[in-house]
């Protein structure tokens, strides 16, 4: 490798791996098989907790992983050397690769101690990978910090199927959601400062601090001149404004009582979820009522996750309203001029995180926007990355948040039409468990020990709540996929109960149905279920579809869903809601996808109900836009974006060992 | 190097640098001789932007400037190739070895447009090591986020003396603020929520679920045995307790308006200022008043400056009074469960960050509290690990914030006694700007130009000025140590106002008084500057004391400061204050260090009086307890926690270049 090349002057060991990859030609580089070291898991009995196995295991070094999957060191920002950000650079470089196989995980309507789907997906790649030798990755959503120090559940999986070491992955990570909280408050405090200087500051004193001048020239940034553009001004001095114009441009008159832009914090903090602002002598009586959600619930968190590349981020953040005007015109992020610095806030949160899962394997973990008044689903960015990675024949497994009514839905219907990705296959993760629940069985609660509907076998129960998983595997038919049931082993089901699911399941249109023991087996655990995927993905005649038209109405998108995916026989709209709707058609956004938000516990609008019923009426009792992440949001009753504190939260548990430097009692 | 060692089967190249080094013993790896690479500044006229210099300069890989200053690859986790944490380890390896000299960067009283200590010091080091061939590192504070997006001004100094990258100085960096800030608010919404749960549930069922039966097993947990510890109950089996005992356990019966924890936010957001919280049916009324502050004015970041070890920051973070029972008894972060949340949520946060100067010379950045509520300093434990790594003919520079009445007098009383350092010698920066306002000059005010005054040669009002440097200068004397006076160069400067300075200086009984143009020149601008401080430290006879003895009562040690470093006649004390004076007596807390809260434009507790006044009257008119970082404030005038935008804030300027990925704008 001392060969000197004709425009060059340096010898290839002086060169880097981004000129070397240019200069030799990229076959010499890229191979799509990897080369990848496995971790081999040594399982024991009983399956310790958590974080013993997250712990037993040595990760491997990052930077040898990123390696191994083929990123090149520039591409590769090392944090720490379990933790490493993949830059977007490359996209550029493996453009002209063809994708992987693009597969999402979804489930059937869960209990509230949820059905494993992300715990399946890992120890579904760790099989793919780790046992079937196909490359692939898991792209997984960054958790809230929120809920790791409420109730116990990690988001890192589970068992032997965890992403690793699973105290970063629940703990800080790389840092994107705070820069998200960073850039939704300095957004917020921009907002009410602006109406705060408004409402004390004559049109001119406005203009003149707004467009000062400095060393004796007087300039717009550029910030104002696109908001000078959208005001239809065309004058570029500043000092050629007429009175009207100044004013027109000075004054966003934002309507204190149409602020729509909530602070928010990544705490699961109840006491924030109405609170008043304002109310030091400084601020001169502008007080008003507003509220904080629980970060992931930003509109920006969504936006980071739909972006396609940093222009189309740019583009949607700046699109991103705000509040309303009090002539009742939208006031944009772009108007308060914040687009720039929450472009800055975010540079780094734009790239995707690279870990790994318990047998070595990658992981990618980008962006966690809400599922519910968001769409619930991980990056465009990290899944686009990682389906150049695995190369055509390698797989990228992504999840999409709870059933398939909800994540899967905003799945395809959001997330793949923004990022014309096409999906290949869908593994539908049930439990004996939560189908016993839809037959009958009595209230599943967290914290709570299962009654013994759920710890003995009961066949008669589990059939009467096989209508739900059926339901949900029709719901993947109507977008032209196969599925894959995956069968979530828990210690206390029956091979009869699990054969008849599978049968069931087979015999209302499922591609397979498998029985995986990935949590306390690992990838060895889900080598069948990778097969039947393999195959799925290989031999069925997909045909993706979406299930709606973006040309169709507002309200004809939202009975689509309804009743396709929820089996619902009317929508009712209030008032509200119609004239909503009627606003937006005006305004242009009606040709933007739907993102509802519903309850998960139930196909219906009603927590309470279980099963698959049919026939029932929607109520939609109120809507709202997010015109920068590009959705409408109906919403059935009451959406909480703020969690609470349990009494005995877990808080109480976690301790760092000041000797080993250890964290002690995270799950 | 394939020596095989007795204790180890594996050859040289298999074994790690930790390995190797107790293996080879400690001299073949450690060399307190620097092989360390200079960046050469490639210095341009006029003086281009900062943020135009910092892109200038391709800083070193930062894991190639950490091994230049002694690191061993296991001390050190990157972040990225610019940035990396630094492993509390390495004072485990280091213990042994002898510490370099001690010196911090103090300053006369400034104008509102800062007198460059930052610059000075970040210069400083450059001509201590880049052209004095001086082991040195510059430890400087992590800047709140805030003012980067509200009024331009970086704080990664500035011109040819700066840290580079500036952008990720200024953004983010490791993320420890955010950690910080992430710390604070989890105490404070679990702290509200634990007023809920004990407003809401019987004594019974609060005791019930704060210690529920898990798989049929009731446990305290170790927080919880603390408590119990505290409230003088030995059992350990909770079903032995008492009535009485259960109820004292479970209930910390907060009052509600006697809380004095606040959240905090990173962004200057002023109508967080006052607010009321709980006003959300689901709070049941639970509403109270409250504010937010800035994230660096939190306890938990002056706990991060001023922590030891990890096991002092435990024991600090632990005794935190976050309110007051109904019987006036304090509540701490651990009654309240928060101790080991908060070590876990800190523990990347405890490590310092290492960057590079302009001319690739190493910059600990490492915590940043507030210079009024807390001591304004950086953090002890990378001044610590600072001290092994320059050895003992190296430097460390550290800075304190404010003048030398505010952060130095805080650096030696609290910091330098919490360390148990010894500090060698201070640097006190000046300017002509400064002192001619002290002479009566006109006011100088950010964004407006400067008045004649200070662009024309004055030497009158100059002179008039002198006293308030001769006050700072004498205030350094009395610690016993030799000061070395920078005269920070600015364009308008003429030789004869520096020799006016200079030869005052002397005079007063500065060691010495050097011109330094490191803002223009970079190193070789402060090589005087460095020669002078290397001289003082190694010749003068420093014999440090402190001000006062912690023996000291409470009113004596505020009237020692008030008198001693301000010039003050005399300290009023309103009623409000000498009861808690006495109520922090009774409960032992007065041997504790005071942390004076004063503004920082004037020797006095009046921003608008200047120079050097004496025999004047010092009000109290507020006191407060950080038991946790270890100090009582004592407030002199209002103190805000929470600083506004302006009506243009540099948001306006900032962006992203979409095709570069390169910030614009900012500074």
Known sequence: MFKIFP???????????????????????????????????????????????????EPKDIANLAEEIGLIKEEVILYGSKKAKVSLKTLDRLDKEQDGKYVVVAGITPTPLGEGKSTTLVGLVQALT?????????????????????IKGGAAGGGYSQVIPMEDFNLHLTGDIHAVTAANNLLAAQLDTRMFHESTQTDEALYNRLVPKVKGVRKFSAIQLRRLQRLGITKTDPDSLTSDEISLFSRLDIDPNNVVWNR??????RHLRKITIGQSPTEKGLTRETSYAISVSSEIMAILALATNLEDMKNRL????????????????????????????????????????????????????FANIAHGCSSIIADKIAMKLVGKDGFVVTEAGFGSDIGMEKFFNIKCRTSQKTPNAVVLVTTVRALKMHGGGPPVTAGAPLKKEYTQENLELLEKGLPNLIKHISNVAKYGLPVVVAINVHSNDTPAEHELIRKSAIAHGAFDAVVASHWSDGGAGAADLASALI?????????????????????????KIAHEMY??????????????????????????PICMAKTSNSLTGDPAIKGAPTGFTLTVNDISLSAGAGFIVPMCG?????????????????DLNTETGEIEGLF
Chains 1, 2 share one sequence.
Request: glycine share 6%; with cysteine; proline share 6%.
């Open 264 to 269: 928010v914090v990544d705490v699961n903090d």
């Open 7 to 57: 425009y060059c002057t340096k010898t290839t060991t002086q060169l880097t791996d981004l000129q070397l990859y240019f200069w030799t030609g990229r076959q010499n580089i890229i191979s799509m098989e990897w080369k990848l070291r496995v971790l081999p898991l040594n399982v024991q009995r009983p399956v310790p907790s958590d974080i013993s196995i997250s712990r037993s295991q």
């Open 535 to 559: 195959k799925a993905c290989e031999s069925a005649d997909s045909k993706f579809k979406f299930l709606y038209e973006l040309e169709s109405s507002i309200e004809d998108k939202i009975f």
């Open 638 to 654: 009451e959406i909480s974006k703020m969690p609470g504190l349990p009494t005995r939260p877990c808080i109480f548990d976690i």
């Open 567 to 592: 089996g619902a026989a009317n929508v009712d709209l209030n008032d509200k809601v119609k004239e909503a709707i009627k606003l937006y058609t005006e305004k242009g956004f009606d040709k933007l």
């Open 130 to 150: 780790a046992h079937k030798k196909r490359n692939a990755i898991a792209c997984l959503r960054q958790p809230s910090q929120g809920p790791t120090f409420g």
């Open 318 to 369: 700046s699109k991103m309203v705000v509040a309303f005007n009090r002539k009742g015109g939208p006031v944009t992020a772009d108007d308060i001029g914040m687009t720039g610095a929450i472009m800055v806030l975010l540079k780094d949160a734009i790239e995707p995180t690279l870990m790994q899962t318990l047998e070595g394997t990658p992981v990618f973990v980008h962006a966690g926007p």
